[in-house]
Each structure stands twice: as structure tokens, then as C-alpha cells.
């Protein structure tokens, strides 16, 4: 979907801290593993020329600051008493492939000012506030993801670890050449009394708050989501002379495999369904496929609903391979139940947003962020920022200097008025 018409905006020195984040979007977008896109996986270097940038702006803004087993930048700054339990703030630095410039990133940037902005004040909370910036919220390296915030709330499946990228290179080896022990990974995991909520700003990737005319939004929730890597097996045969029925393609058997995806989606209501990769070997223009891999991403606000469609899936896509003559093999590498956001943090959002002078609008989330980790350790709220044309995962994400500045100016006041008294109940 297209913007009937570009948000307008505002000139920068109207909103100096919206333009600030902005940038510092573009200044991280510098780090890529391809000049003239943006693409920033897990633990490269580019990864790692990232996080030295976002430490920088942490120990400006009077943060201590470490990068943890699971490569995850974290800043600490203390509230009126040392030691105190925090209340973590962030998103992620990685990116998909020829990324836009803001999921995950304008979220740990408005952190990162909202903390400097109290240490400009010289003013520190009752409770220590944490900016996380988590390394693995895309999970586009490895068919695995969400490995930092995972780690904090203390559910990381050892297993994750022998996940191998397309280089055959494991997770496990990947954390050891970024300089990260992967053996102090169980020591990240976090006292759930010393955790006193997860607070993610993050771009909305959907056309909702344009649609309302809000620069920003209190979600209410986060679907959940499965991913499935599949494989079909087929036989490898010359493309002129083997006739047309004898053959066992893994090509056209992937191609209707990937139609009964988007079928049972649009039959399924509640559901999104996606096939975002795919890829036949031997890869030659005279021979039939022997070999095909796509993946399946499923995703909704109802667990009982997802789980309902992948079996679904499994039986239409194992009906095709056996119509079909060819052999299926599917490796679920990801089921990540949905979570809810805490009624409490949505109240304080809520009120930060009506304090501000702007309507409060609840709306839920469809895309997967860091939260749904962190939620069986603490209680989890996020804030939406409208995003042009509701555009994301792609080098067209736009977003305002002045919604930049509201979303900050609504963290702001909610950090402002944030009781950590009884802040772990859920
Ligand atoms: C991350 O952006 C995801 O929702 O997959
Ligand atoms: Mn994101
Ligand atoms: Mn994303």
C-alpha cells in the first residue's frame, strides 16, 4: 500500500530532538555489509562497528556501558539509589536485507536521548533505567532469533548455539569471533525481582496510525509467530529430454507448496502467512530441480489459531509432495507464543500520550519484536510512531522529524511519572 499523499514535515529545528534521531538512523545506517543498501546481520562487523557507534552515544547520554555474552549493548544509568532494580528500555540494531533505517533503530536512538536528556537535567529516577540494544530481532542470519533478549529472560535453548548460517559458520562460532563467550550466556539470564518492565518505541511497519492521523500509538499486544524452513527433494534430469509427466521437479512442487501457503492465509482469518525465500539447486536453466528451500513465516494475535493453520499446512504441503512424487522435509525453527502487553504500562502510556495533547489509540502489533522474549520475565509495554505508507522492511521507511519528537517527548513523561513500586505485577 502507497501514501495517498507524503506526511508533511515539519522543519527540523522545529523538532531538534526528532531531527537528532533521524540523524542518528542515517549515521548507523553507514554500517552495512553492502554500500548503497543497508544491511546489518548478527554479529558481522558491520554489527559490531554498530554497537561501538550506539556504546558512544550511551556513555554521552551517562550510561555505563558493556556489550553481554549474547552482543547486546547495554547502558546502565543509576537511579537515586545505586543498585536499584531497572526498568529496561530498547529495540535492536540488526537489520533485514536492504533495510530501512528505522525499525528497531529509532527505538534504542530515542532511548539512548531520553536517558541524556535526564542526565542533561541532572535528574535520576527512583528506579535505574537499562537501553538495551538487542543484536537479533530480524533472525535473517541464522534460522534462529531473538537471541539477546532471550538470553536476558533466561530461555535460550543451549541448542540455538549449533544454528548455522549460510556459510556453515554456527552461532556458537559467530559469538566467539565478535569477542562474546557464548559459555557466560546462562549468567545474562536476569532476576525477574531486579527487572521492573521492557519499554520498546519502535515504527509501527503498518498503515494504521496514518490512517488515524496519530504520530503515535500504545500496542496492546504482539502477535505470535512460527517459522518453518522446508525442503523439497525432487530428481535432477535433463530439461529436453525428460517427458513432462515422468518427472519429479522440486521447482513446481515448491511453487504450489508456496500457493497453499498463501491459501490457507486468506481462508484463515486472523492469520498472515508469508514465503520469503526461496531457492532451487542445482540452479541451472536445462535442469529440472533436484533440490528447493523456501520458508514459511505464520503469524497471529491467537496461538490456538496459528497452530491450528500450520497443521493445517503440514498436511496440505505433504499432500502436494505425494501427488507430486517428490520428498518434503519441514524444520520448525521458531514458535513464539503471543504476548500481551501489561495493562498497567499501557495505562502509564496511555497517560503520557493524553498528557502530551494527543488522542491515546491502542492498537496491536503484527509484527515480532524483542518483547515477545522479554515477556515471561517482565512485564512489557511498547509505543508505536507512525511510519509512512505503513512501509517497512524495505529502503523506503520514512518517518518524521516531529513524530520522532512526540514519541520521544512520550517516553520522556512517562519515565517522568514512572512508579516502580509494585511495577513487576503484571
Ligand atoms: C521482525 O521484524 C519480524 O517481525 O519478523
Ligand atoms: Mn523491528
Ligand atoms: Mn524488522
Redesign the pocket.
Known amino acids: 500500500m502507497r501514501p495517498a499523499k507524503a506526511l508533511p514535515d515539519l522543519p527540523t529545528q522545529a523538532h531538534p530532538a526528532g531531527a537528532e534521531a533521524l540523524r542518528r538512523c542515517a549515521e548507523l545506517a553507514r554500517f552495512t555489509s553492502h554500500p548503497g543498501a543497508l544491511t546489518r546481520l548478527y554479529l558481522t562487523p558491520e554489527h559490531r562497528a554498530a554497537a561501538g557507534e550506539v556504546a558512544e552515544w550511551m556513555r554521552q547520554a551517562g550510561m555505563t556501558v558493556a556489550i553481554d555474552a549474547a552482543a547486546t549493548v547495554v547502558g546502565r544509568y543509576e537511579g537515586t539509589t545505586p543498585d536499584a532494580p531497572a526498568l529496561l528500555l530498547g529495540s535492536h540494531i540488526d537489520?533485514?536485507r536492504d533495510?530501512g533505517r528505522y525499525?528497531?533503530i529509532l527505538g534504542v536512538v530515542l532511548a539512548i536521548q531520553a536517558v541524556g536528556a535526564l542526565h542533561a537535567r541532572g535528574e535520576r529516577l527512583p528506579c535505574a533505567i537499562e537501553v538495551l540494544a538487542f543484536g537479533d530481532?530480524?533472525g535473517v542470519r541464522f534460522p534462529v532469533t531473538l537471541t539477546g533478549s532471550r538470553a536476558l529472560a533466561g530461555t535460550l535453548d543451549p541448542a540455538m548455539l549449533e544454528a548455522v548460517d549460510d556459510d556453515g559458520i554456527t552461532l556458537r562460532a559467530a559469538l566467539e569471533r565478535f569477542g562474546c563467550d557464548p559459555t557466560e550466556l546462562p549468567s545474562l539470564a536476569r532476576d525477574p525481582r531486579r527487572v521492573l518492565g521492557y519499554l520498546e518505541l519502535h515504527i509501527e511497519?503498518g498503515p494504521v496510525l496514518e490512517a488515524e492521523g496519530l504520530p503515535v500509538g500504545i500496542v496492546t499486544g504482539i502477535a505470535g509467530a512460527s517459522r518453518v524452513a522446508a525442503e523439497v527433494v525432487g530428481v535432477a534430469a535433463h530439461a529436453g529430454a525428460m517427458p513432462m509427466a515422468a518427472r519429479h521437479d522440486a521447482v513446481t512442487a515448491m511453487a504450489e507448496m508456496v500457493l497453499a501457503v498463501e491459501r490457507v492465509a486468506l481462508a484463515t482469518p486472523g492469520l498472515v502467512a508469508t514465503v520469503g525465500r526461496v531457492e532451487a539447486t542445482p540452479g541451472a536453466v536445462n535442469v529440472i530441480a533436484s533440490g528447493a528451500r523456501f520458508t514459511i513465516d505464520l503469524r497471529s494475535a491467537d496461538d490456538a489459531i496459528r497452530a491450528r493453520a500450520l497443521e493445517r499446512l503440514r498436511r496440505e504441503l505433504a499432500g502436494i509432495a505425494t501427488r507430486r512424487a517428490v520428498g518434503l522435509r519441514l524444520r520448525e525453527t521458531y514458535d513464539e507464543p503471543a504476548c500481551t502487553c501489561a495493562p498497567r504500562l499501557v495505562g502509564a502510556l496511555t497517560d503520557s500520550v493524553t498528557r502530551l495533547g494527543q488522542r491515546p489509540f491502542l492498537l496491536p502489533s503484527g509484527?515480532g519484536h524483542d518483547g515477545l522474549a522479554m515477556a515471561p520475565l517482565c512485564p512489557v509495554g511498547m509505543l508505536f510512531l507512525r511510519c509512512e505508507g505503513g512501509i517497512?522492511?524495505s529502503p523506503e521507511e520514512r518517518v518524521t522529524a516531529a513524530d520522532a519528537e512526540a514519541a520521544g517527548q512520550v517516553l520522556l513523561d512517562f519515565l517522568c511519572h514512572f512508579d516502580p513500586r509494585g511495577a513487576t505485577a503484571r
Request: without cysteine; proline residues 0%.
Open positions: 537489520t533485514v533495510a525499525d528497531g530481532e530480524e511497519q509484527a517497512s522492511h
